[in-house]
């Protein structure tokens, strides 16, 4: 047994997820995805770590564990009722190597900086530059970044910091829930960040677009959602599901601007193009659906359907990434950019299907 799995096996994720006497949280992830992350970290005993999004706790036990009594994890998270409910699960528990702090995760926690790792269990608009000042040179950090400006579009991605810059080290398929400048309602259905339309139905509907110019109004959003909720033209593609994060990922280093993300009453997800006139969408479950069969957006996905095949449906984890430096004033840092996906890249990393 390693010492990642003796440290997995000893913090019980059910009482951090379902406590006897604080109920079940909604606010946790996939206990394995958790400990994915961390062997990335490649955390050490003694090592300090930044976590933001405190969550259930149950990864700030997992990170304390890992550290050891010589290390120490500061959490942060935005929320105050879930720092409470985790302070007290950690004191019960008998876990002393955790400080948690409620503040905006996006700034970091300066005050008990440097860290040597860093990790973020939420999907922030782009790596911030806060996090990665406040990381020691040869640090790492494991975050969860958008590739699009669309939500749920994004990789999990594994950086060491060097003379101060993030470079890339890895990127995986996966996602957590977008960061939030304020505490949100446990029953939020819609994300907070880049939803262009959303109508007000009980089981809500929206569309995100890419490139949201020449409709400040919202207009066009809304049009290209009726038009998806009522379709003029359906058919069945292939089989969706096991690839889902690949097209994702492919339709994302396409960088089209009719490049579009649709929730259909809350119960199934759509990727596709939509323009001021027309919009199709392929759906989770392998069906299409346009506004018509002669759909100028229909072309257009069936063209990037027919590329995606030619590739091979490449995993996520194949594309060559970049960290692009942004320097405006609502969040200073970098955006994580997928190129475009070339056979060449894909056989040099040694990953054919």
């Not at 959490?75 to 019960?92: G, K, T």
């Not at 759909?295 to 449906?313: D, H």
């Not at 594309?319 to 040099?348: I, K």
Request: hydrophobic share 40%.
């Amino acid at each position: 047994m390693t010492d990642l799995e003796g440290a997995f096996g000893a913090v019980p994720a059910g009482v951090y997820s379902h406590h006897e006497r604080f109920g079940e949280t909604v606010h946790r992830s996939v206990p394995e995805w958790i400990q994915r992350e961390i062997a990335s970290l490649r955390v050490q005993a003694g090592h300090r770590v930044l976590e933001v999004g405190t969550g259930s706790g149950y990864s700030g036990a997992l990170l304390a564990q890992v550290c050891g009594p010589h290390g120490r994890v500061t959490s942060v998270d935005i929320s105050a009722s879930l720092i409470d409910r985790a302070r007290a699960i950690h004191a019960e528990r008998g876990v002393t190597g955790i400080d948690l702090h409620v503040a905006d995760g996006l700034a970091g926690l300066p005050t008990a900086a440097p860290f040597d790792r860093a990790v973020g269990w939420c999907a922030p608009p782009r790596l911030p530059r806060t996090w990665v000042e406040q990381v020691v040179d040869g640090g790492r950090i494991v975050a969860c970044l958008p590739i699009a400006r669309l939500p749920s579009t994004t990789l999990i991605t594994t950086i060491t910091v060097d003379a101060g810059r993030p470079r890339v080290e890895a990127v995986i398929g996966g996602g957590y829930a977008q960061s939030t400048p304020a505490a949100v309602d446990d029953a939020l259905t819609v994300p907070g960040r880049w939803v262009d339309f959303c109508d007000d139905n009980q089981d809500p509907s929206w569309i995100a677009i890419g490139g949201r110019t020449g409709d400040p109004d919202g207009s066009g959003a809304r049009s290209a959602l009726d038009q998806l909720l009522h379709p003029g033209h359906s058919e069945t593609y292939r089989a969706m599901e096991a690839d889902w994060r690949s097209w994702t990922v492919f339709t994302a280093a396409l960088a089209d601007p009719g490049l579009s993300l649709v929730s259909l009453r809350n119960e199934i997800r759509g990727v596709g193009h939509s323009s001021a006139t027309a919009a199709a969408v392929i759906l989770t479950d392998g069906k299409v659906i346009a506004d018509s069969p002669g759909s100028a957006s229909l072309a257009v996905l069936r063209s990037w359907l027919a590329q995606w095949e030619q590739a091979g449906r490449p995993a996520p984890d194949v594309f060559s990434t970049r960290l692009v430096p942004y320097e405006g004033a609502d969040l200073p840092g970098w955006d994580l950019h997928v190129l475009p996906f070339t056979a060449a890249v894909h056989e040099a990393k040694g990953t054919n299907r």
